[in-house]
């Protein structure tokens, strides 16, 4: 590159990191360190703090329990409409988030598809718990999914045969080698999607509502202090900065890992 060119791509990139990095720092530079340690304390922080933290947990953990079995069969078996369901788990990267949230109501409120035959039942899905963490795996169990395929789809198939002359059992095969040499791609998605459900936001609450100390997750509560503590709001964005900063570091990390082998 002539010296224009290459002063056009370090004006270029300049302006981009510029424009990511300033928000961020602004956050940081809100607040004094005073209020930073008032506020940080505070149960209006602790209480969604813990929540996020809780509820994100169970959300990751359920996807983890049900979604491998079915990234290992879309990655390693081939059968008529796996295109279609490959597909069909993606979709909730793609839909606004107040989609998702109308999709979850309409199926699951009181008189919804399925909510209609839970009332009769006595339970009531939207307010609780439940629905934040039921919100949080619709949005966040495509990152998840996408990781763990890709980490199935990378064992080598010579590999698996090889553990298959050991044992006949399938099952053994797949806890004993397959899903140990895909741990790292698994594991990248699990914190792909703890960090994806502790930053959930629309249809958390759009289904579960924003009742502090019962559904008001960190966002939720950010969401409410703009309007009467800023400072508030900001700490908890700080929060949520430093978490999906430590996520994205320990993601890389366990990608180049994957790299190397």
């Known amino acids: 590159m002539n010296k224009l060119q290459t002063l056009l791509v370090a004006v270029s990139c300049a302006a981009f990191l510029l424009f990511i990095s300033i928000p961020v720092a602004a956050v940081f530079l809100y607040v004094t360190p005073g209020e930073l340690a008032a506020t940080v304390t505070s149960d209006a922080v602790l209480t969604p703090l813990k929540l996020s933290l809780l509820t994100a947990t169970i959300s990751a953990t359920v996807v983890l329990v049900f979604a491998t079995p079915l990234s290992y069969i879309l990655a390693r078996k081939k059968f008529s409409g796996?295109?279609?369901?490959?597909?069909?788990?993606?979709?909730?990267?793609?839909?606004?988030?107040?989609?998702?949230?109308?999709?979850?109501?309409?199926?699951f409120a009181p008189k919804g598809l399925v909510g209609q035959y839970l009332l009769s039942r006595g339970i009531v899905l939207p307010g609780s718990l439940v629905a934040v963490v039921m919100a949080e795996i619709f949005v966040a169990s495509p990152f998840y999914f996408r990781s763990s395929k890709t980490a199935f789809e990378a064992v080598n198939q010579r590999i698996i045969d090889s553990g298959r002359i050991l044992t006949k059992s399938d099952s053994r095969v797949f806890l004993r080698v397959t899903l140990p040499l895909a741990g790292r791609g698994i594991l990248a998605g699990f914190i792909m999607c703890w960090a994806r459900s502790l930053g959930e936001f629309g249809a958390t609450l759009l289904f579960a509502g924003n009742l502090p100390g019962v559904t008001q997750t960190m966002p939720l509560a950010i969401y409410i202090a703009m309007e009467s503590n800023l400072v508030e709001a900001d700490v908890l964005s700080a929060i949520l900065i430093l978490f999906s900063f430590a996520v994205l570091?320990?993601?890389?990390?366990?990608?180049g890992w994957n790299r190397s082998d």
Do not use: N, S
């Open 249 to 255: 570091v320990a993601f890389k990390l366990l990608g």
């Open 82 to 107: 796996r295109w279609f369901l490959d597909t069909l788990v993606d979709v909730p990267i793609v839909l606004p988030p107040a989609v998702a949230g109308l999709a979850l109501l309409l199926a």
